[in-house]
């Protein structure tokens, strides 16, 4: 027994000794490692948490470049309302957009050096073009008639590049697709690609058994990409992986960075989250220079509000709620019970008790987010129907479609009582908190209904997308690019599609066709084809691209494929404590990662 | 004799491995859900156009397993023979036993440190609260572990980090070492693996303290009416050889406990990992489900069950050893 006491004894010594060492020669918490600019110290909201097995390889899921930081694209989106292609500098310094967009000539900084010394180069940015032709994206395609492929990549000098767009199908995105590209150096990954690849892109892009071979070789390309893993981190980014733990990874200042003498903190650290609850935490205790947005809790909210230096910065999101329907299933097939349940759903109580920071009610239903909204739609957004609360044009409505009410409840037109059922995934708090308000709403005005949670949310798409559900919350109005927006209510979700240019329409139920959606509808008496409308937002611009933008807006606030219930807001947590020069309120920059703050040379230690 | 025991427990260990890796193969691949979809969605929330998306998600696919489930399941068996358990779906182009072993260290060591700590601490008090049942320090021990056996360990857990998250800040409550250490053989690395361990370590070990200290007192109070030991208290042989007489045979059974509760390791800790961020198989095992990477949780499911059948093995052999009774088949008379 005296030994075991002894053992005991010995361990618990062992601890609190070592605990006191590892508390002597800490760094202090959070900031100035006693050199330079600081220790910046924020979360990766755009990956799933930290991976010490991931490979530095910003194609790569789960891989170790971090966007901003040590994952440098072309040029940097700014978060604008209607215009997708205004940026700021990133490896391009500087670009020409042809008029008709039908090419785009870039210019690399002159004095950009990877990391590792060597001059980041045009040929680099031909190289990556190539690896980005094995990953997917709108410019650099490889399926024949994708609409703003780019046809030709040129280098034209040592730091210039021109990219021209196949204009047999063209896009408006097209000039974003290529500026979203990462950049990576040719001198690491030369192995991961053959020197003919660009023979078998030419190739790829015919027709016939050859084209074809070509193109599975390019796709059979796209694992050895993902799964490339360079030995070290070179970057030309403002920073450079130092190393990581399963719980935090360490930037250091890459000096050959161009605007280096501008960049902040000479050291980022990056913590891991497995879930919203540990970034509340992070944020209380102060730990955070800056963290992006994170559904939160009002009496959390209060709690982060209290910590010194902590603050909010809120800007645009272009992203939307929508309570969706699956017209495929009755009565949600009647345009009139669409518009009855709108009538019903009090937007602003319904946000307020939701997404109280995150959120603000929707204007009305119209697909796309307020701010745009009323940029692109000018003085017709106030014409459009606000479906404000109204229990009399409800009933009107209800009636309409034949529904009827007996003792105070709602039924079918054939008399069997009326179960509205809306289905939202368990994990998503605001969404739950968002349907269980919108229920009891619809309990006042006598239907019976009820939320049902889905376990998760891949779950959660599998079945809405097999259309078992009658209603759930879909994302909406994601921008700023409008055909992106409206893809989301006449896109695959609700039957149509584009192939070899073609837009086609698959019936209620098949196809992905969830949403249950007809072909035509009915809009100010006049058939429209909604998803051939879609579709032409992908060529077209100006003026038409708003007579279109018009056209559809009308057209989803008087169909209501959803009813739109609240519009985002981007609000990020900034902790001045340690560094300042963080975006303003409302801020073109707010979508972009802390890391871009940081390069473009806002972000300074206090 | 113990060769012949040893192979009869090898030969249905891998007949039980053999079954329940089958039987998670298919409940595995049943499991509905399409990670694929909830990756596009978040890659359009990002604000990257729908086709491209849809193209960066195909990628992915190619690391899924292809054919009809039988040829899946032969080209999994077939893998394993050759202890190759497939690519993950999470982190492609890295093997699920890359990542399995890279997670199964953050597991071992906590668990195995609040296992041993519970143990010791648990033994000891035990025998305490045996030997002063009728007194105050017996009945305070008792109802501490009768509490601590009923508390699950996600309350516990909740309650720590709770604690040392507000009122308390002095210990980190998420995650595994501070970064700013360089890692290795050094007292600051060290000090910062055992700061960050030592919530998870309680938390084990104050949730598995009850058991320990519950299953010594009632195995003590036993022993202490065995026949044997009122014999040696009649021939009045010394009270400190008594007690040791009493805790050597009171102890048997608990070690069969702490051997099957070593099988556990692997999978025994996956609320304290969700709670405190502490990436071990606990973790990445919610994570392959979120993700639906079922190569990955075969692996984890097979790693868990291959501990407990050694475990269950090692338990078996080694009570033969320190029971003679067991040994020379009087155990099972």
């Known amino acids: ?606 | 004799m113990f060769a012949r025991r040893l192979a009869g427990h090898l030969a249905r260990g891998l007949v039980m491995i053999l079954v329940v890796t089958t039987v998670s193969f298919f409940v595995i691949r049943s499991v509905p859900g399409d990670p694929m979809a909830a990756r596009y969605e978040k890659l359009v929330e990002q604000g990257m156009s729908p086709v491209a998306a849809q193209r960066a998600v195909e990628v992915l696919y190619g690391f899924a397993p292809t054919g009809g489930l039988w040829q899946q399941y032969v080209d999994y068996m077939s893998g394993l023979l050759r202890l190759d358990l497939g690519q993950s779906l999470m982190v492609p182009g890295v093997g699920v036993s890359t990542v399995l072993f890279s997670a199964a260290k953050w597991t071992v060591l906590p668990v195995l440190a609040g296992t041993l700590l519970s143990f010791l601490v648990g033994v000891v008090m035990g025998v305490y609260a045996a030997i002063r049942r009728s007194g105050r320090l017996g009945d305070v021990l008792a109802i501490s572990g009768s509490l601590l056996h009923g508390v699950p360990q996600y309350v516990l857990a909740l309650l720590l980090g709770a604690v040392f998250t507000t009122l308390l800040p002095i210990l980190p409550t998420s995650g595994t070492a501070d970064i700013m250490f360089e890692p290795g053989f050094n007292a600051g690395y060290i000090g910062s693996l055992i700061e960050y361990a030592t919530l998870p370590v309680l938390t084990y070990a104050l949730a598995s303290y009850g058991g320990w200290i519950l299953a010594m007192k009632s195995s003590v109070v036993t022993v202490l009416g065995d026949d044997f030991i009122l014999a040696a208290e009649l021939r009045g042989i010394k009270r400190g050889i008594v007690f040791r007489y009493v805790a050597r045979n009171a102890i048997l059974p608990l070690f069969t406990i702490l051997a099957l509760s070593l099988g556990m390791l692997f999978g025994g800790a996956i609320f304290i990992e969700r709670i405190f961020n502490y990436p071990g198989l606990g973790l990445m095992l919610i994570d392959g489900i979120n993700n639906r990477d079922y190569a990955l949780m075969g692996g984890a499911f097979l790693l868990i069950t291959v501990a407990i059948i050694v475990a269950n093995i090692v338990a078996d052999l080694f009570y033969t050893v320190i029971d003679p009774r067991v040994r020379s088949g009087e155990g099972a008379a």
């Not at chain 1, 519009?567 to 802390?594: H, I, K």
């Open chain 1, 1 to 606: 027994m005296k030994r075991l006491a002894a053992v005991a004894a010995l361990l618990g010594l062992a601890a609190v000794t070592a605990c006191s060492g590892s508390t002597g020669d800490k760094p202090a918490a959070g900031g100035g490692s006693g050199s330079g600019g600081g220790l910046y110290t924020t979360i990766d909201g755009l990956k799933p948490g930290l991976d010490v097995n991931g490979p530095i390889n910003p194609w790569n899921p789960k891989g170790n470049s971090f966007i901003g930081l040590n994952a440098m694209r072309l040029a940097w989106s700014k978060n604008h309302l209607t215009d997708p292609n205004q940026f700021y500098p990133g490896i391009a310094e500087s670009w020409e957009i042809a008029p008709d967009n039908s090419s785009i000539t870039l210019h690399l900084h002159p004095d950009n050096k990877w990391s590792d010394g060597k001059p980041v180069t045009a040929e680099d940015v031909k190289f990556s073009i190539a690896l980005a032709y094995t990953q997917g994206s709108t410019a650099f395609a490889i399926d024949p008639g994708a609409a703003g492929a780019a046809s030709e990549v040129e280098v034209v000098d040592d730091k210039t590049v021109k990219i021209t767009q196949d204009m047999d199908n063209p896009s408006v995105t097209f000039v974003r697709g290529v500026m979203d590209s990462y950049i990576v150096p040719q001198h690491v990954w030369s192995s991961v690609l053959s020197a003919d690849f660009w023979d078998k892109l030419k190739a790829a892009r015919g027709e016939g058994a050859e084209a074809e071979k070509a193109r599975e070789e390019i796709t059979a390309l796209s694992e050895k990409v993902l799964a490339f893993a360079p030995p070290k981190d070179v970057s030309a980014g403002p920073f450079t992986l130092e190393r990581m733990n399963p719980s935090e990874a360490l930037l250091v200042k890459n000096k050959n960075f161009y605007n280096a003498a501008n960049v902040g903190p000479d050291q980022v650290k990056l913590l891991n989250y497995t879930g919203n609850e540990q970034i509340w935490n992070y944020l209380i205790a102060g730990k955070l220079d800056n963290a992006p947005f994170t559904a939160v809790p009002a009496d959390v909210m209060k709690r982060i509000s209290t910590t010194p230096g902590n603050g909010v910065v809120k800007g645009y999101s272009p992203v939307s709620l929508g309570m969706a329907f699956n017209q495929s299933k009755k009565p949600y097939d009647n345009v009139h019970v669409r518009r009855g349940l709108a009538y019903l759903i009090n937007r602003d109580e319904i946000t307020k008790i939701a997404s109280p920071e995150g959120g603000t009610p929707a204007v009305t239903t119209t697909g796309i987010h307020q701010k745009p909204a009323a940029e692109w739609l000018g003085a017709d957004l106030a014409a459009l129907e606000p479906y404000k609360l109204d229990a009399a044009k409800a009933e009107e409505e209800f009636k309409k479609a034949g529904l009827k009410k007996d003792g105070g409840k709602w039924a079918l037109p054939d008399g069997t009582p009326w179960k509205f059922t809306v289905n939202v995934p368990a994990p998503f708090s605001d969404w739950v908190s968002g349907a269980k308000a919108i229920t009891s709403q619809l309990a006042e005005a006598g239907i019976d209904a009820e939320v049902v949670t889905t376990a998760d949310y891949p779950l959660y798409l599998k079945e809405l997308a097999e259309g078992k559900y009658d209603v759930g919350f879909w994302l909406i109005a994601l921008g700023p690019a409008p055909y992106n927006i409206y893809q989301r209510l006449y896109g695959v979700s609700n039957g149509w599609s584009i192939l070899g240019g073609k837009v086609k329409h698959a019936e209620p139920g098949k196809g992905g066709n969830w949403m249950g959606g007809p072909e035509t509808i009915e809009v100010d008496g006049a058939k429209v084809n909604p998803g051939e409308l879609t579709a032409q937002l992908n060529s077209a611009s100006g003026d038409e691209q708003k007579k279109i933008i018009g056209q559809l807006a009308k057209a989803a606030n008087q169909d209501l494929p959803v009813v739109q219930l609240w519009d985002y807001v981007n609000t990020q947590f900034v902790n001045t404590n340690r560094f300042t020069g963080f975006p303003e309120n409302d801020s073109d920059l707010l979508r972009q990662p802390s890391g871009v703050w940081i390069q473009l040379g806002m972000v300074k230690k206090q």
